[in-house]
């Protein structure tokens, strides 16, 4: 199975023009498929300017590449300014990109990050990133939102957003402790509040605004790690990559049209124990 969607749900989003952050990240990618094959037309932000580059690329037509610092004020607004330029109009803003540090065979940088000693710039990038960005790009899409009389916005969180993590998953026979870091729960933790904040101050201008809490993702970690999680999950398993596409799609379609200032949780039953 890919991200691309089936044909109950293929044709969608036809006309619509999306915003999608973090768009070179494993999931960023997906989503770009399964967006594009529900018809939207899809702005692919992300720093990674190879990667967006890339994709858009692979892609085709109905997607522009846009090399963009989320966390810089004048860089996103140029950059909502130049989607409307090319598209006409903004009526998704996916709010994907994120700091996640990665506990896969090939990641080691931030692992070893205890409460205790964790270094202030991390902190501070994770916040400038994972919620100031999300902050900025609300922001710069609400004028051509507001002008139009319509929008959506989907924040994408973590179950780490709502428990917090079990460090046990991290420990490796032999190898030094490794946690998943303070910043990324407590930052996750504040997308729900400002979904719901968004979702009540823009009440009556037919501007949705929800969150989707995502669990974890099975992408090149140690068996060890996968037959942790496996045990700990409902479902006995990680997430293939492309299983949040459907909820995305659900979101940012009018299938959720009364929908606004929730959570869709798709964890495997992780916070269900």
Known sequence: ???????????????????????????????????????????LLDQNAGGVEELSRETGKDTVAVVVDITDRRAVRDAVEAVVRAFGRVDVLVNNAA?????????LADRHMSFEEFPLEVWNESLAVNLTGMFLCAQAVATPMLAQGSGVIVNVSSMYGLVGPDQRL???????????????????????????????????????????TLGGVEHQQSAGFRERYAAR????????????????????????????????VVDGGWTAW
């Open 1 to 43: 199975m890919t991200g691309a969607p089936s044909s109950s749900i293929a044709g969608v989003l036809s006309g619509r023009v999306v915003i999608l952050t973090g768009a070179a990240g494993l999931l960023g990618r997906q989503y770009t498929r399964a967006l594009v094959g529900a018809g939207a037309r899809v702005a």
């Open 170 to 212: 991290y420990e490796e026979a032999g190898k030094p402790a490794a946690y998943k870091p303070v910043s990324y729960s407590v930052t996750k933790s504040a997308v729900s509040g400002f979904t719901k904040y968004l979702a009540t101050y823009w009440a009556g201008k037919n501007i949705r605004v929800n969150t989707l």
């Open 99 to 107: 700091i996640d540090p990665k506990f896969d065979e090939n990641a």
């Open 233 to 264: 999950t409902p479902l006995g398993r990680m997430a293939r990559s492309d299983e949040y596409c459907g909820a995305l799609l659900f979101l940012a379609s009018d299938a959720s049209s009364y929908m606004t200032g929730s959570d869709l």
